[in-house]
């Protein structure tokens, strides 16, 4: 496993921030650069509670084992570590949250790029007031932490040094856990009345307020949903790294899940999804870079299977008034003409790509250097090609062939298709 | 009395490049309406252009000597020019073909060619990834001391020059029919087209004055702190432009006189607080700031409010 299972940590804890900032940025259409702030909030709390609090509970900071978790650590099922920091997670989620409603109520009355500012501002203050703590407790005073008060103890939480030494009770199951709990939450929020009180505030607040929707009630409930899941992905942060540094989790860190929302769609909970988890490889990749015909070749085959052989993917309604996705697979009437335009720009790409990639490695030109260059390029191209990202405002699933689809996605597109 | 003159001229040095560097921010938003975050960039190349162009005509970090009292303008007309250049092309070739796009895909655009900037800096073929060493562009002279507090020539050149830089463009904006053109342009972009005005030209120029402008407080950077290593991709560099976007919201958006004003007042907030609060928190004043100024009075010290119209 060992980088593979880093990188696939890595896309869970994105998932997790990416879907929930698409509530404020991409439902809402307000404009938030505090992620990250709220995320240092998360991760802090529950660094301090999982740390502190296993050194009161167990007297050792260590891996105290558990459900799931205690797979291959010792310890009893169902009774340390894990219950502990599912709490703290929670009350990670939680400290975000009241740090987002203290932030998100008196800025999002004023409008435009103010709550842009604002958050800035606040997730910087955050990192500073955090990096001005006193230094950690050592593992070794389990003796001076009980007898410390809580409330001092909140105060050392590391500075400039950062809170290490954490036990990582996130393990895979735990990350994918949160995750598809947002996906879950953000897309039942999105069909539902508040959901569609988000949208109808992004598409015009002037008249959605004609209409009867209080603004800033229905703002500040996103952004306090948003932070509540920012504190929970900086509590899984922390506990899978076993450090948390507030360094790390300034306004670069908000701006990566920015940059994730926006590539994915404004308001597509699937292309924030996909931009997470291409996002994460992509700079894995650069670093030393694969052959990259195998998937182009896949992807033709696909699209190819998709055109002539047909399979059609649908939401339904299912036996418990849920929704889901069926697939079926059918052979289509070959009567329907080629789409060869986005054929030829898959077969376009790979080839430029692995020309560029042979090119490299014969001149022995060494692209890790280029990573960073190659990422920034790519960002700039890509608002420009495709300025309203990958799957716009709409769902992957509004692009596959013959849905029977009701999801209230699209503002005009849907009326229409 | 000793500490609150020194503060007093550090926050006022320090304040005079922010007030330069928001007067960038400010301009790019009174036309454009979004947040220029590769304006900090711009910053930190006009630095870098100062120690490679000081290296080119001669002056080397290494050197104990100062070079004749030319070099220093000279260095600062080129850098400038070259920065004013780069401006142009990024506005060509990435802000051009999204005039119409929705701002947050400008926005993103920005900080995507704030990364590239960064990243391009920091290859071997450029400025190359180990900090460089700022040379000695200024003597070393005590223009007049009161109360222990030494005024060296040094504050005087950086607060002389920003000084004589913002008059330059108060004339320009408010006395040319160039700075009427931009008038015309940040109040509506059809009207102004309307009248015959070349928008496009007119936001390039913008562009390219702003960018100059921040070469030039890259450059009075240099000046005062002579001597320091850099790199390119230095967090410092977006710290210190978002201060000065910071001052550009305190006195108010879009007004140029707003963004002096909030440059000074930013830099003398910033060393008051580091000289006698706590030098912990130096970052978190300016913050905490724009937050109380963006509650009690939204459209910063000089700004209008704008009414939405429906």
């Known amino acids: ?417 | 009395m000793t500490q609150l003159l020194q503060t007093l001229v550090d926050g006022l040095t320090v304040g005079s490049l922010y007030a330069l560097i928001a007067l960038g921010y400010t301009m790019v938003y009174g036309i454009l309406r979004f947040i220029n975050f590769a304006h900090s960039d711009i910053f930190a190349l006009g630095t870098h252009m100062t120690i490679t162009i000081a290296a080119v005509l001669g002056v080397k970090a290494a050197d104990a000597a100062v070079p004749a009292w030319y070099i220093g303008p000279a260095v600062l007309v080129l850098s400038m020019l070259s920065c004013g250049a780069l401006g142009f092309v990024i506005e060509r070739l990435a802000y051009r073909p999204l005039r119409n796009a929705p701002r947050l895909n400008v926005l993103i655009t920005a900080i995507g060619v704030s990364l590239f900037l960064q990243n391009v800096g920091q290859l071997p073929m450029f400025f190359g990834p180990y900090p460089r060493a700022i040379p000695k562009l200024t003597p070393d002279v005590v223009l007049g001391t009161l109360a222990d507090v030494n005024f060296r020539l040094v504050d005087a050149a950086v607060i002389g020059t920003a000084v004589m830089l913002m008059l330059a463009l108060q004339y320009l904006v408010h006395s040319t029919r160039l700075g009427l053109a931009m008038r015309a342009v940040s109040f509506s972009h059809r009207n102004a087209a309307l009248m015959g005005i070349n928008v496009d030209r007119v936001i390039s120029i913008t562009f390219v004055i702003g960018s100059m402008l921040a070469a030039a407080a890259g450059f009075l950077y240099a000046v005062r702190y002579e001597g320091q290593a850099k790199q390119t991709a230095d967090a410092m560099w977006v710290m210190l432009g978002l201060k000065a976007f910071v001052a550009a919201v305190v006195g108010g958006i879009g007004n140029l006189r707003g963004a002096m004003l909030g440059g000074l007042i930013i830099g003398l907030i910033e060393f008051f607080g580091v000289g006698y609060l706590s030098s912990n928190y130096r970052d978190a004043y300016v913050f905490a700031i724009l937050i109380v100024v963006l509650l009690f009075k939204p459209e910063g010290i000089l700004g209008r409010a704008t009414m939405e119209k429906v």
């Open chain 1, 1 to 417: 496993m060992g980088g593979f299972a880093t990188v696939l940590l890595v896309i869970g804890i994105n998932i997790v921030l990416a879907v929930s900032l698409t509530v404020v940025n991409g439902f809402t259409g307000q404009f938030s650069m505090g992620h990250g702030g709220f995320m240092a909030v998360g991760g802090y709390v529950a660094a301090m509670i999982v740390y502190y609090g296993s050194l009161r509970l167990w007297g050792s900071a260590n891996f105290a084992g558990g459900f799931l978790s205690s797979a291959s650590g010792d310890g009893a099922w169902l009774a340390g570590g894990d219950v502990l920091f599912v709490v703290a997670c929670l009350a990670a989620g939680l400290a975000a949250a009241g740090a987002g409603y203290l932030v998100g109520l008196p800025s999002l009355r004023l409008k435009g790029d103010y709550l842009a500012i604002v958050t800035l501002g606040f997730g910087e203050i955050v990192r500073v007031v955090l990096q001005g703590t006193a230094p950690q407790i050592a593992r070794s005073k389990a003796d001076v932490v009980r007898e410390t008060p809580v409330w001092k103890l909140a105060t050392h939480l590391g500075g400039a040094q950062g809170f290490n030494l954490l036990p990582t009770y996130a393990t895979l199951f735990w990350i994918y856990f949160a995750a598809v709990l947002t996906l879950i939450v953000v897309y039942r929020l999105k069909m539902s009345s508040s959901g569609r009180a988000f949208l109808s505030i992004r598409e015009d607040e002037i008249a959605s307020q004609a209409m009867g929707v209080n603004v800033t009630k229905y703002k500040v409930r996103a952004f306090v949903l948003s932070s509540f899941f920012a504190g929970v992905a900086g509590g899984l942060y922390a506990m899978y790294l076993g450090a948390i540094n507030a360094t790390d989790l300034g306004f670069q860190r908000s701006f990566e899940v920015i940059i994730m929302v926006v590539l994915g769609g404004m308001g597509s909970i699937s292309g924030a999804t996909l931009a997470a988890i291409l996002l994460s490889i992509l700079p894995e990749v650069l670093r030393a870079p694969p052959p990259v015909w195998p998937a182009g070749l896949a992807l033709l085959v696909v699209m190819v299977i998709i055109q002539k052989v047909g399979i059609s993917f649908g939401l339904t309604r299912g036996p418990a008034d849920g929704i889901v996705l069926n697939i079926a697979i059918s052979m289509r009437s070959l009567r329907r003409s080629w789409k060869f335009k986005p054929l030829v720009i898959v077969a376009g790409v790979t080839m430029a790509l692995e020309t560029a990639r042979l090119v490299c490695l014969q001149q022995q030109i060494d692209i890790a250097q280029y990573r960073m260059v190659l990422y920034a390029l790519m960002l700039i191209i890509m608002m420009i090609v495709r300025p309203e990202g990958l799957f716009g405002v709409r769902e992957f699933w509004d692009y596959l062939p013959r849905r029977r689809a009701h999801s209230p996605s699209g503002p005009v597109a849907e009326a229409s298709a």
